[in-house]
């Protein structure tokens, strides 16, 4: 079955870059989407189909993918971005349809 | 406004049966595509099950069997019945519309404990 691998963790200064990474075998073939969940909340949806970005996301978040990764960069980062961010894709087969998400990676601000 | 209001959570027995809702507004749930996505305590997410706009349901291969997901267009609501609970069914289930999921609820917690 397809698996989704993200780094437990990533921590950055404010200010700086994030970048996290969501491994997968062709991810780039795939439509990946990204997720944001603050403690106690329901996720929120920060990238779509690689790099989209909804209404209301900040243009600091962005999203890439090729090979076998996908990207979610958030740029200057603020306190407020800390949180959880899982990836997710569409996988389907002959006899099954679901979707996949990655285990997380929890991104701190110091 | 789109809004998406999950109910039935609680604790129940090993074995034993709930039925979640999720109540919709600002939109309708036989328009769209559906979903139940679950989250054990301290842990990731995993999705449970969809509902396709024309009426075709998957699941998880962990739920296969024991859960049903279902909707009611009349009441805008939709539907998990679990049976079978198991320990590891214990979680927070929220429901979640589209692909991606752009709007979700705030989640009912379910407990599957003695």
């Known amino acids: 079955s397809y698996v989704l691998t993200q780094p437990p963790s990533v921590s950055v200064a404010p200010g700086q870059t994030a970048t996290i990474t969501c491994g997968g075998n062709?991810?780039?073939?795939?439509?990946v989407h990204w997720y944001q969940q603050k403690p106690g909340q329901a996720p929120v949806l920060v990238i779509s189909y690689d790099s989209d970005r909804p209404s209301g996301i900040p243009e600091r978040f962005s999203g890439s993918n090729s090979g076998n990764t996908a990207t979610l960069t958030i740029s200057r980062v603020e306190a407020g971005d800390e949180a959880d961010y899982y990836c997710q894709v569409w996988d389907s087969g002959t006899d099954h349809l679901f979707w996949l998400f990655g285990g997380g990676t929890k991104l701190t601000v110091l | 406004e789109v809004l998406l209001v999950e109910s039935g959570g609680g604790l129940v027995q090993p074995g034993g049966s709930l039925r979640l809702s999720c109540a919709a507004s600002?939109?309708?749930?036989?328009?769209?595509?559906m979903n139940w996505v679950r989250q054990a305590p301290g842990k990731g997410l995993e999705w449970v099950s969809v509902i396709y706009r024309g009426g075709s349901t998957y699941y998880a291969a962990s739920v296969e069997g024991r859960f049903t997901v279902s909707r009611d267009i009349s009441k805008n609501t939709l539907f998990l019945q679990m049976n079978r609970l198991r320990p590891e069914d214990t979680a927070v289930y929220y429901c979640?519309?589209?692909?991606?999921?752009?709007?979700w609820g705030q989640g009912t917690l379910v407990t599957v404990s003695t």
């Open positions: 062709n991810i780039g073939s795939k439509s």
């Open positions: 979640a519309r589209d692909l991606p999921a752009s709007d």
């Open positions: 600002g939109f309708t749930v036989g328009t769209n595509y």
